[in-house]
């Protein structure tokens, strides 16, 4: 008798919008059914609600597509109680997510041999009032000099939250004037110093769904809607490969299976300045041409892990990647082998073959989404969040020709 198996990704959202609508259109218009030896397995999604549970309640989800645990803890609580209780997938590990701040990247990756700016972590300048505070600072927190470290490391530097994200309390450093006036204003916060690269001539961001990357030029330098350059061939191939292995390492590594690696290359020397972005800009107002990109990507990964039931790696276990270091002698057999790994975690060379027998007409059905009214109807939701009511309609026709754009 054939069965039909119903498989649920949930969304688990915030702010965002515009994707959200693109992945539920192209779903639907998709109408999957997938064979199976015994009948077929059809597709559901719904958008996750928040709400009490009990830990032994049910979760209907295979799959959950999270966008709010590094920041809103009932839903990281619940990822983490359907991961152990119901085996849920979920993208990304909610535990290294809680965990692993920007300094452990770095020094996780810096072992590696990846090339990371040299970084100090430095004290916080103010506390939140403790009981023991006082007694253990007085015994053992040593008097430091700040402009000692400042013009050990040079000019230009950086100080940034060792867990930083949005921009948030990023100054650049050019003196050591600069530099006490940057660290006696930073408050509670926990800072990185670490080593400008200045003079650079490519800054990119690297994406990565699953074992899927785009590779985008970066302008830091530019409005928040035109950070995102639509620029094309702008790395060789040879590097394009080397950022994406970069890429593969970090994400396999810390079970980040969406995320976005930050790299600037001068004199033709990568460096990598920002990796710990489990949760990357997905909105069409910063992604625009990218945007359609982002939506395949996403569908094609998170279809492939509810239709396999692929098992969730809850333990990150990075033995493997000690191994390569050990047994490799130089970084680029080394990254080689550590991409492998992540290839292999995230089966790459299954994924690519669902993709080739289930999904050939993803692009052609995405394509009429985002050139119909209703991807631009979605394009103008978002826009209103954030756009002055007389901007609306001149940057939902921006976003709308840019997505188009992306298929010319
Ligand atoms: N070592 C560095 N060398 C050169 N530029 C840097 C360096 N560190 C930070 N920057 C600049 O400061 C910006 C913000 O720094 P960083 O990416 O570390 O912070 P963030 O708060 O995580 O930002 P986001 O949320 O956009 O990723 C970078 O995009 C880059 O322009
Ligand atoms: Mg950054």
Known sequence: MSETMVRRIGLSLGADLCWVISYEEILRRLNLNIPTPNGSIRFETDRVTIEPFEIHQPCKYDVVVDRLNHWYHTSREWIKKAILMDDLYVLNNPWSIQSMEKHTTYCAMAKLGMPIPRTWLIPPKAYEPQPDLQVTLERY?????????????????????????????????????????????????????????????????????????????????????????????????????????????????????????????????????????????????????????????????????????????????????????????????RLTGYAAIGHERMATAEFQEFCDRHLPHIDQIAFDFFHSDQAKHAIKLKVATLFPAHEVDSFTELFFERVKAWYR
């Open 141 to 333: 927190a040593k008097f430091f000099d700040l402009a000692a470290i400042g013009d050990q490391l040079g000019y230009p530097s950086y100080l940034k939250p060792y867990d930083g994200g949005a921009w948030r309390g990023v100054s650049r450093i050019d003196n050591s004037d600069g530099l006490k006036a940057a660290y006696d204003s930073s408050g509670k916060s926990l800072m990185h110093l670490q080593k400008g690269i200045d003079g650079f001539d490519l800054f990119v961001r690297c994406i990565g769904l699953g074992p899927q990357f785009h590779i985008v030029k970066y302008d830091p330098t530019a409005a928040l809607h035109d950070r995102y350059t639509m620029s094309r061939d702008f790395v060789t191939p040879e590097e394009a490969q080397l950022l994406r292995d970069m890429t593969m390492t970090i994400n396999s590594f810390f079970g980040w299976e969406f995320n976005s690696c930050e790299a600037i290359r001068k004199d033709g020397q990568w460096h990598l300045i920002d990796f710990a972005n489990a949760c990357p800009d997905s909105q069409v107002t910063s992604l625009h041409f990218h945007f359609p990109w982002l939506v395949i990507a996403n569908l094609k990964w998170s279809l492939f892990l509810a239709a396999t039931k692929k098992k969730f790696r809850k333990t990150l276990d990075w033995d493997p990647y000690y191994k390569v270091l050990e047994d490799k002698s130089n970084f680029s057999e």
